[in-house]
């Protein structure tokens, strides 16, 4: 049974008369006694018992309705999934971001597409460097990133969400802490040694801090290297030297053991940025990045 059979079945078990049922159907009323005849011929059963004053259901007719229902229940749902698919109203985005830096900025990109579009769950992949996410977006592992870069490839397009600042970072032994010193320029740095992030290409933060320091009229002498900003606070807090980190690194770790400055140099903001693929299809993503240029305006970075 065909589902435009079904329907026509199902609306004339309604009706029980072929001039109504043909009216809700939108069709003449011939067209309509020949589905129902070849339906039954198909079938190789009697669906209506009719005569000129009446049309009633048969016992095989009335056996008939659920599966009828069932079929037209079935296609209708097919359907409505392509439709939801092809409009991004349901789907999956995979979303990358560096580190619990951004958490809040990921939070509230979730609650907003939750709240907009239900049907699109997001499959968070967490703890990814900048350099590291921007290579799985650009082979297609994930849809986008939320990270820091100097620079993207061609076939990448990136918009700003918001902007984060650059500080500095001591142990609380340190003199500058003791003096409680809330405001410094990176030459304030020049002669201690340094923690740095290992960073990748195009890692923003460790290029502006090489652009710091250059501009101060120094090289940073590296004491050790951390692979992440929890691990480079981890060796500040220990010792082993200073750092420049971010506001929001700062806003989302333990600041136990650790004394953080502002920085009076220019050149001390970082734009935080979602990156994706210039040919990314996936329509879900296109009402991802609709929420998330309605949540972070142009403008308001």
Known sequence: ???????????????????????????????????IRQLERRLKVQLFDRSTRRVELTAAGAALIEPAKRLVEASDSAVRTARD????????VRLGFASASVRGAVSGLVRAVSAKYPGVSLDLHSALLSAQGLEKVRTGEIDCMIGRWTSLPVEISATNLFREEIV?????SHPLAREHREAIRVADLAGEEWVVLRGGPGAALQSRVSVLARRAGFSPTVRSSAPDSWTQLVLVASGLGVALTLDSV??????SQLHYMRLLDD???IDVQLAWKKDNNNPAFANLLACAEELFPPGEN
């Open 85 to 92: 698919v092809a409009s991004g109203a349901t789907g999956v």
């Open 168 to 172: 500095a970072v001591v142990p609380e």
């Open 1 to 35: 049974m065909e589902v435009a059979e079904a329907r026509a079945f199902l609306v004339l078990a309604e009706e029980l008369h072929f001039g109504r049922a043909a009216d809700r159907l939108n069709m003449a009323q011939p067209p309509l006694s020949r589905t």
């Open 250 to 255: 700062r806003d989302n770790t333990n600041r």
């Open 267 to 269: 050149d001390r903001f």
